[in-house]
Nanobody, 131 residues
């Protein structure tokens, strides 16, 4: 059974840091791109950062460049998102998802995420950044 378990969210003041984890099982982790997506209230889901577990290439959307770092631990089948210098606009539910076809730049861009099978999504973790 494919499982993605997102964790690590919480309430933090602006300027603070959080590290999200996406623990996975049930699929060939080292063949996939794994992405972090977020959805703020009333807004559409958007890509944040994505990584290829094959070659560790990464992609970041412009608003998080220089503040967020994505990494993968292939031994633990886990992807992390280190978030520093958090801003109130980073608030939302953060989801992780996996896709075997797309490189990180495609996975994180536009509305590609709508093609990802429901079973390859984690359940989401809330990140709230207070001003």
């Amino acid at each position: 059974e494919v499982q993605l378990q997102a964790s690590g969210g919480g309430l933090v003041q602006a300027g603070g840091s959080l590290t999200l984890s996406c623990a996975t099982s049930g699929f060939a982790f080292d063949r996939y791109a794994i992405g972090w997506f977020r959805q703020a209230p009333g807004k559409e889901r958007e890509g944040v950062s994505c990584i290829s577990t094959r070659d560790e290439s990464t992609y970041y959307v412009e608003p998080v460049k220089g503040r967020f770092t994505i990494s993968s631990d292939n031994a633990k089948n886990t992807v992390y998102l280190q978030m520093n210098s958090l801003k109130p606009e980073d608030t939302g539910v953060y989801y992780c998802a996996a896709d075997i076809l797309a490189p990180p730049s495609t996975l994180c861009s536009g509305r590609y995420y709508i093609t990802i099978s429901r079973g390859f999504w984690g359940q989401g973790t809330q990140v709230t950044v207070s001003s």
